[in-house]
């Protein structure tokens, strides 16, 4: 998200808009027509992987789809991730890559040709879903500027976290309400990398501390697979749940509410038919919209 700033976000923004008017016309879209996109996913996806695959088929893109090479590649024969993406760069007009060390993003950069695009690396950064995160909630309050929120769950191996609060963090009068088990707060460098940069941060620790006044409620998953000990997984796992109980004492009528999923407990599901849950709704769609609007934009000729 360091690559971006309010006026590229803004210009993504527009694109988005522009593209989802056309879709909803039902027109057909030809921006990727003749290209060819590798999707390289080293570690597990549903919805990356597959909102990727759309919106590069809605625009008449191609892709080359390798789901787990750890067992179905040259990886497995110990070839380095730098040779397998000059490989596919060779192939393809574009990268986009998960995997699960951090950084390994911006080392496929390095050795690839052709752009590449981090859908996940490890617990660093997931640019993509923060664009579709940011846009959700532009959408609906036309703006990213004096906004309050709520982000809850797993603030310290949640990259889906780091990359939106990076991202809020270019926009004016944010503030932040961060509510996490004790052992999974957000990382104290950076707290002071997005504090540095304006944003408002108030770490609370339990549900009754929640501001009445905010515009969105961003919830988490606990990252199992990032733990070394199941035990102390099942510690922290699912101490923050959305019930109806609590959106009655601390909602309210403009809120919306969002979650990246997987979901595996932290929002019951009684609350999925309230309007203001947007996570299997429109956050969901907007993740091909916004992945059509950067992906046109990066390879318009
Ligand atoms: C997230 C991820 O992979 O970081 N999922 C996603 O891409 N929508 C969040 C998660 O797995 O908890």
Known sequence: MDQFDAHSLKKIFNKTKTITKLLNKKKKMSLLSGK???????????????????????????????QNPTQTSSTVKGETLEDTIKMFANYSDLIVIRHPQVGSAQRAAVASRAPVVNAGDGIGEHPT???????????KFGRLDNLTGLITGDLLNGRTVHSLI????????????????????????????FVSRGIKLIEITNEKEISGNCHFWYWTRV???RFKKTSDYEKVKNKFVITKELLKNKGNKNLIIMHPLPRVGEIEVSIDDDPRAVYLTKQAINGVYTRMALLSLILKD
Do not use: V
């Open 36 to 66: 060819i996109i590798s999707l390289l996913f080293f570690e597990p996806s549903s919805r990356t992987f597959s909102s990727f695959c759309a919106a590069i088929k809605r625009m008449g893109g191609q892709t080359i789809e390798y």
């Open 223 to 225: 990252q199992k697979e």
């Open 129 to 139: 879903q923060a664009i579709l995160d940011l846009y959700t909630i532009f959408e």
């Open 166 to 193: 990076r991202g809020l963090s270019y926009f004016k009068n944010i503030t932040l309400y961060l509510l996490s088990p004790s052992q999974l707060r957000l990382p104290s460098d950076l707290c002071q990398k």
